[in-house]
């Protein structure tokens, strides 16, 4: 018998923790129950994206979305919607409290964006490869080995214009080209799914969503490249993502999907997974190959390139996961299709893990050429609180911090270069104005300082001195030549570093001090940091208008800085103070206040 | 030095057999050590250089490059907690400084009775719920300072 309704519930890790599992468990239970579960089907999907509002439920075919949905709702949902027809008004997306949003197509969340990556995840059970095939799966497969060359594949993929969205955008088909050149041999096909930068996951939730697309993909390239052996790097710290994938290329071996004489053409392809043990400099391509080797993660100079010597002195392609998702429905709609997307250097879509200080946090796709304030403020919703938006940033530790006046670029990975940012893997970070950009600068190089893997002098010792930096000025000791200083030291780390992590390690430094130079001076030479990030350069205040004399600040003072008796004026000795804000926090009337 | 020696398993054994051959093999395999005992513990790492032919001095150059490994082992609870750009962002590091202070030990160390150990982790990729930490796999999301005692409270009942 045929379903008559679909109960989507995402599986991605967000609304997994949030209780997304047990609200699965309940669906199928009480259904069952009800003698319902023939013509209801309950499916686990990959990310929906919509991370802010999850858990999500989505009910097919009337595309109804349902928001932070709790196990206890489920019986709701069956007997109101699954049984009588009827939408469960309190639990849909509801941004103003005024007009009810039914649809995920009616959610300006979703409303620009366009998916190619991500085109099934949240649709499909990424365990079942049915359901993969069903939505064209490995289509592309058999187009590739029974109807084109090679050749044909390296130059559909140069049509198409993809380029590698690890970060650095060089040209997918060219990457195959050079490793296809190589004489015969073996070579290898490597997935880099070491997704390090903090603050970003797409990856991981595309490898949870859609496993399969990534297979394929890889299939695709061995043999457009003549590797019949593939490696996929991935984070030991994403077990479901892990889980999926094992899943995934156990399924595609038993239907001769891979293997050897993938459905008899008489090309053998086989992938093994390996383990990533948290080091972020692995995401290089030389290190990765390093790692997967079984040392020491440390990148080596290029040239030569792994496409000529990769791993084992082999020719090697390494990819990334959103890049590979790119290649199936390139080879199904054709170069030409996929190249009328983007802008006129940058073809496709991008996925950006949206997060930080904006309402509607989550994991987006969009068509290149979008722009940041579509990103922010139509699909993020704006910032969250009522806050001043201050910047953006991408890229993560390698990338720039984008400015205000900047926010109609249209994405590419020239206009965002242009600006002293980059593409970056798709961390998008929205920051407000009650974040300090010394303060950000110290998080991402306090990061790099901590990942250098420390074979280079530039980035080993630039990288500390930096810190050095960053840590006297939010700490009040700073002074003009310091700046000085610090701009140098980018420089040489750039020109002379050894690999992608220490050239661009300076960038969040060279963007704030570019943009906000202001803040830097004001830290320098007024002491002061306006957002009160910085702990050691704020001052608490006692409003003499405003305070009772009560005696609480005082009593809660952990450093005996506050003197005053009952009913008088109480004063703050900033010599004492800590700056732990306890009297602040305690204070009922207001009168105590930081700056 | 009085270290608690420990024993392979049959489990590790066959997989180390599996894995043997293979070039590459000595991350796969340390990954599996520290998922049977939770940390690397030296006596193993012996018998693994023995069985792979690596020099104990490279094992060691490995287990310390990579933040994965550990030398010791942790508590019976460990809480990660996140210090990804949008936990930060949105006050992890306050999150970890109050774990620290409720439990009086610092990063990396375990609380005298071994229940527990505090970790700072780069992004568990779930920034949607921001602040995130994280307690044997379980996850505590939307954190505010104020929530810090009822988590230790909970897995110091389960013991």
New interface residues.
Partial sequence: MAYQSYVLVCGGTACCSGGGDRIVEEFKRQLKEQNLDETVQVVATGCLGFCEQGPIVKILPQGTFYVQVKAEDVKEIIAEHLVKGRVVQRLCYDPEQAKKLVAEANIPFYQKQYRIVLRNCGVIDPEKIEDYIARDGYKAIEKVLFEMTPEQVVDEMLKSGLRGRGGAGFPTGMKWKFAQQQPKGQKYMVCNADEGDPGAYMDRSTLEGDPHSVLEAMIIAGYAIGATKGFIYIRAEYPLAIHRLQVAIKQATELGLLGKDILGSGFDFEIELRFGAGAFVCGEETALLQSIEGLRGMPRPRPPFPAVKGLWGRPTVINNIETLANIPVIINKGAEWFSKIGTATTKGTKVFALTGKVNNSGLIEVPMGTTLREIIFDIGGGIRGGHQFKAAQTGGPSGGIIPPQFLDTPIDYESLAKIGSIMGSGGLIVMDETDCVVDIAKFYLDFTVDESCGKCAPCRIGGRKLLNYLNKIAEGRGTEQDIVDMQQICDAMNKASLCGLGQTASNPVRSTLRYFMDEYLEHIKDKKCRSGKCSKLVAYKIDPAKCKGCTMCARKCPAGAITGTVKQLHVIDRAKCVKCGACEATCKFGAISHG | MSEKLETMTPELKAFIEEWKAK??????V??QVQQTYGYIPRNIALEISELLSVPLAKIY??VT?????KLQKAGKYIVQVC????C???GGDDIIKEFEKQLGVGVNATTPDGLFSVEA??????????P?AVVNGE?H?KLDKGMVAGIIEKYRKLG
Avoid: E
């Fill in positions: 070039p590459g093999n000595l991350i796969m340390l990954h150059g490995v490059f990579y933040n994965f490994f210090l990804g750009t949008a930060y962002l949105r982790v780069r992004c568990l990729g779930c920034c949607g719920l921001a995130v996850v999301g």
